[in-house]
């Protein structure tokens, strides 16, 4: 079954003001162990919300999910 994680999310930028994220839901990789880290989700973030500025990232309330995947990878996307 796929794994995704369940979370919140505070991003503060650094020139002020921030945004939030409740029951923020993610796909993982099932090959991982049961967990992802703070940071690694921080990052992932960061990067597909393609924010700049960025100050400190909390994740909170954070939870492993069996739940099938909704993005098709990227590799799927393309068209051949």
């Known amino acids: 079954m796929d794994k995704r994680v369940l979370f919140d999310f505070e991003v503060d930028?650094?020139?002020?003001?921030?945004i939030q994220g409740q029951k923020f839901r993610l796909d993982i990789?099932?090959?991982?162990?049961?967990?992802?880290?703070?940071?690694?989700?921080a990052k992932?973030?960061?990067k597909d919300m393609r924010?700049?500025?960025?100050g400190e990232v909390r994740i909170l309330n954070k939870k492993i999910i069996n739940e099938r995947h909704k993005r098709q990878p990227i590799d799927e996307n393309i068209e051949k």
């Open 13 to 18: 930028f650094t020139n002020g003001g921030g």
């Open 51 to 54: 924010l700049l500025m960025v």
């Open 29 to 41: 990789d099932d090959d991982d162990d049961d967990d992802i880290s703070d940071e690694e989700l």
């Open 44 to 46: 992932y973030i960061v």
